[in-house]
């Protein structure tokens, strides 16, 4: 009886020990599934700004992970608005200049140029003059200047007597004098660089 009841118990807890291999097993291979997901959903946010973003979020915290597409946001607002700015100004090219102008319809002056593009690009009303553009907004240099900043000059003696605005690549876009039209110039022609008065950043686009 005794060699029985030992056999079969035996034989029970051989059985207990398979079936409880037989339920790991699935189971260390859904962990070992597990392992070989792909990361999680930082790097579908950041791969439309490249592998240099992804690999910055992947290496963050959390945290961070929420806060980058809203700095992306933020950032290209700005771009876009100077890109606005200038794809504005650019239609108006030809337009002709006319003394104290403030509409393609009758022609611009330079302030009034400048103002109508702000105006109707960004929503941003400028002062009428430039010299009084000149006292608004935020001093650059040269070296900070970007598209939709202002670049004055003084053409007649020392009071700052015209503006336009800046493109790109030392280029600006502005309605010059009596007789000729909206135009592109550049800061280093021999008239213009004897001319230039500095730069303002406008306080919708700082």
Sequence with gaps: MRSKRTRGVFVLVLALSCSSLAVAAPRGDALQELRTLPPPIDIALASHRGPAAATTLTQAPAVAVSQAPVVAASAGTGTNMRRLLA?????????????????????????????????????EELAASSAAQFRNGSSISR???????????????????????YLDHGRFIHSPSSGKRISISRLDEAYWAKRFAGARRPDVLS
């Design 143 to 165: 070296s900070e200047m970007k598209t939709g900043d202002l670049v004055f000059f003084r053409t007649h003696g020392k009071r700052i007597s015209h503006v336009g605005i």
């Design 87 to 123: 794809d504005f100004a650019l239609d108006l090219l030809d337009i002709r200049y006319r003394r104290g102008g403030r509409s393609p319809a009758t022609g611009f002056d330079c302030s009034g140029f400048v103002h109508y593009v702000f105006r109707h690009s960004v929503g």
